[in-house]
């Protein structure tokens, strides 16, 4: 965990799940500083060439409106980026005319007759069941895996895809949500392909580095836009290797209570759409995980109301003990705008920090690490031992030790202004 803590000093990673308030086929200087890579302009379909083709296709595919399009019967046929990857994370915007059936495929190589020979396809299909699990609708792994718990969105409007590769785990989303992961090779995985028509190809599953690849079926009309990878570094492998816990699934709050002033609920204060986690700020409180946790690494994204920017305050509380108040025994990771990777110490919660930084109950971070209002960031805190870790968008800002070891839950503040979160997970050290 050392190693992994000093590897992070070098690394900077947002790892954004919706285009929601971003400029089509646009990235932010953050993302770009990240290393996110686009790969779709929305202006030509420069590093792109069909499937075993030198070029482009002639016909078929064309760009339009900022969209990547494919036409029904046009006889394009499958294409592919020139560069190739092996761990990334994928994602782009789709939307699909009546009855549309199509796949982006990934660990594509170029040695058989069609590219679903050697790679794992996440289907893209138009039905009117926007809810279906079964492994043929939008979001499975065509033939293998079950999408679960996805919402698609209708015929003609915009659908999110994510795509994780890292060391043969996969997560597929959609719309926000993981609705499935794979370990490619594992004995789940190659009891699946033996029973699949995939049985009879010899690179299927395979290929470690390859292509990624958009498909033409030659009946449907499809639209891609907003195409961007980040290759995975090693430094950070360790994120995704399945053994993590999601804390927020996406779609609800399971696993979660709250505690608020005043008679409002839960469900009246916090609010779910898209992956998307929002708090309207009102009034004072939280939500808190249902389980306690110790030792652990905890990761989230959250950002302030991308429409109106309005700065706030809120934070993440931890260890928490006693009873439920406004505010609890715990140590909190401080949230409130241009001051993310304070600690406050609530309660009298028992730890040492930098007495040089430290005023009262508040000790300072040792650098502003946040990205401009209304962009996500990125919080790591590794809480270890008697050791607490704060990380804002890959910079460590500041650090306790002695701190008291107790479990408790989670707990992320209602504090007076809209805030929202995303991509909560939790790691055993």
């Known amino acids: 965990m050392l190693l992994r803590l000093l590897f992070l000093l070098f690394c900077s990673a947002l790892l954004p799940l919706t285009a929601i308030a971003e400029e089509p086929n646009a990235l932010t200087p953050s993302q770009s500083a990240a290393g996110w890579v686009s790969l779709f302009d929305g202006e030509s379909p420069r590093g792109w060439r069909g499937y075993r083709k030198e070029a482009f296709p002639k016909q078929g595919w064309f760009v339009e409106d900022g969209w990547l399009r494919v036409i029904k019967a046009g006889g394009g046929g499958d294409i592919v980026t020139v560069d190739q990857f092996d761990d990334f994370i994928l994602e782009m915007e789709w939307k699909a005319g009546k009855g549309a059936n199509s796949g982006i495929m990934y660990l594509t190589n170029e040695n058989n007759g069609a590219p679903y020979e050697s790679a794992p396809e996440y289907q893209v299909l138009d039905i009117d069941d926007l809810t279906s699990s079964d492994s043929t609708s939008a979001g499975g792994l065509y033939g293998l895996y079950s999408p679960m718990n996805k919402k698609q969105n209708p015929t003609g409007e915009i659908n999110h895809t994510r795509i994780v590769h890292c060391g043969g785990y996969v997560e597929h989303w959609l719309n926000g949500v993981r609705v499935l992961t794979a370990k490619i090779g594992s004995l789940d995985w190659n009891r699946r392909v033996a029973n699949s028509k995939f049985n009879a190809w010899k690179d ?39 053994e993590g816990e ?14 608020l002033n005043g008679s409002e609920t839960k469900d009246q204060v916090w609010s779910v759409k898209d992956g998307i986690l929002t708090c309207k700020g009102t009034p004072a409180g939280y939500i808190y995980t249902q389980k306690d946790y110790q030792d652990f690494v905890l990761e989230l994204d959250w950002r302030w109301d991308p429409v ?11 260890r ?18 241009k001051n993310a990777g304070d600690f406050w110490n609530i309660g009298e919660f028992v730890m040492t920090a930098d007495p040089g930084r430290t005023n009262g109950r508040n000790t300072k971070k040792t650098e502003m690490a946040e990205y401009p209002v209304g962009e996500w960031n990125r919080y790591e805190i590794h809480c270890i031992g008697g050791t607490v870790t704060l990380i804002v ?15 408790g839950p989670i707990c992320l503040q209602s504090e007076g202004t809209p805030i929202q979160f995303r991509d909560i997970r939790i790691h055993a050290p």
């Not at 928490?320 to 705008?337: C, D, N």
């Open 246 to 259: 999601l804390l927020f699934n996406g779609r609800n709050l399971d696993g979660w209570d709250a505690f």
């Open 393 to 407: 968008n890959g910079k460590v800002v500041n650090q306790a030790t002695d701190c008291e070891q107790v479990a």
């Open 204 to 242: 299927f599953g395979t290929v470690k580095k390859g292509h990624i690849c958009l498909q033409d079926h030659n009946d449907s009309d499809l639209w891609y836009r907003s195409i961007k990878i980040r290759e995975i570094p090693a430094t950070e492998r360790w994120r995704f290797t399945g």
């Open 308 to 318: 109106t920017k309005k700065e706030g305050n809120s934070g993440v509380l931890f």
């Open 320 to 337: 928490k003990i006693g009873e439920h108040k406004v505010w609890p025994r715990s140590i909190e990771a401080q949230l409130m705008s």
